[in-house]
């Protein structure tokens, strides 16, 4: 176990949680998304999400971020979550279920979380403007 996986466990990271910081899943970028934007949250980090959708349904997510070890986790998490939902089911996925999906977070963390769906929200409502 590195160091730092440790030092996640011991701030309370769950197991899950400490596995997606490891495997870095879903971070980059996807060339030729049907949509992508970024949201800067109150902490002063920024999460960008890239969506391909086809016929409502999205067929793949992809996100980078500035942030901490609390939004790389988010981050990954939520786009597994959204892959293969339609865009409205996606659109109602509450700071709450991301931190279900991880099984646990540091409560200090939870606004990490807040920033993934935050940035989410923010793609939709653009993919839906478009
Ligand atoms: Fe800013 Fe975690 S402290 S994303």
Known sequence: MSNTVELLKKL???EKAQEYFVEKK???KIENASVFSSYTG???DTMEIYLKIKDNIIKQAKFQTTG???ALVSGSAL???ISGITISKAGKIKTEDIVKHLGDMPGVKVHCSE???RTLRKVIE???KV
Do not use: R
Request: with cysteine; net charge positive.
């Open 68 to 70: 901490c070890a609390g």
């Open 26 to 28: 879903n971070l980059g």
């Open 79 to 81: 786009c597994d979550m």
């Open 12 to 14: 309370g990271y769950s």
């Open 42 to 44: 109150p902490c002063g």
């Open 115 to 117: 920033l993934a769906k």
């Open 126 to 128: 653009k993919y839906l």
